[in-house]
């Protein structure tokens, strides 16, 4: 019933997604904010950003260097279409760098970029891209052989997470059960 990891990724896309008072002070939880739509306000994000703060969780901010750097975030993170080197020039702002990869390819690549995690995805089956390919456990626990820090994502949810012991990785990435089903934070300890 629950997974013991060292980090939890969670992925959110609004800062209503996530109830950060279901958190409990621990340095266990990095929140990557990735808002592709409709942006939120700056001073919204700037409360976020403090409650994360005292709560002593990282936050990092996705492909937007600019708004990582007015709110101050621990780091940026680098979607998989992020091909770009400029994230090198983040090091001077002393930005941690977190990358996504589908492939041994990309994984390359954000090694390059200067990722400290790489969330490899798709891990297990996914309800919104029911079509897509996925990893499972065993082709995952593959690829940490030949890399490390490689955190999952991609169909973690209540049903499967007990799956996630058996993983080579002491962290995992959520990304869409947050929305769904938020008390999957209070099984994460």
């Known amino acids: 019933m629950f997974a013991f990891k060292k980090n939890y990724f969670l992925l959110i896309e609004s800062t209503?997604?996530?109830?950060?008072?279901?958190?409990?002070?621990?340095?266990?939880?990095?929140?990557?904010?990735?808002?592709?739509?409709?942006r939120e306000k700056i001073s919204k994000l700037i409360a976020f950003r403090k409650v994360c703060k005292i709560k002593d969780i990282l936050f990092y901010v996705a492909n937007d260097t600019h708004?990582?750097?007015?709110?101050?975030?621990?780091?940026i993170y680098l979607s998989s279409f992020n091909k770009s080197f400029k994230s090198l020039n983040l090091k001077r702002f002393k930005f941690n760098i977190i990358g996504a990869a589908h492939n041994v390819r990309e994984i390359h690549h954000?090694?390059?970029?200067?990722?400290?995690?790489?969330?490899?995805s798709?891990?297990?089956?996914?309800?919104?891209?029911?079509?897509?390919?996925?990893?499972?456990?065993?082709?995952f626990n593959c690829f940490t052989k030949r890399f490390k820090n490689l955190v999952p994502l991609g169909g973690i949810n209540i049903l499967n997470l007990n799956k996630i012991k058996s993983i080579n990785s002491n962290s995992i990435a959520i990304l869409t059960e947050i929305k769904k089903k938020p008390a999957i934070i209070s099984r994460l300890f």
């Open 67 to 75: 708004l990582a750097v007015n709110l101050r975030s621990d780091g």
């Open 16 to 38: 209503k997604d996530l109830d950060l008072k279901k958190i409990k002070k621990r340095s266990k939880f990095i929140i990557i904010y990735r808002n592709n739509s409709k």
């Open 110 to 120: 954000k090694k390059s970029q200067g990722c400290e995690y790489i969330l490899l």
């Open 122 to 139: 798709r891990l297990f089956k996914v309800e919104y891209k029911k079509e897509m390919n996925f990893m499972g456990i065993n082709k």
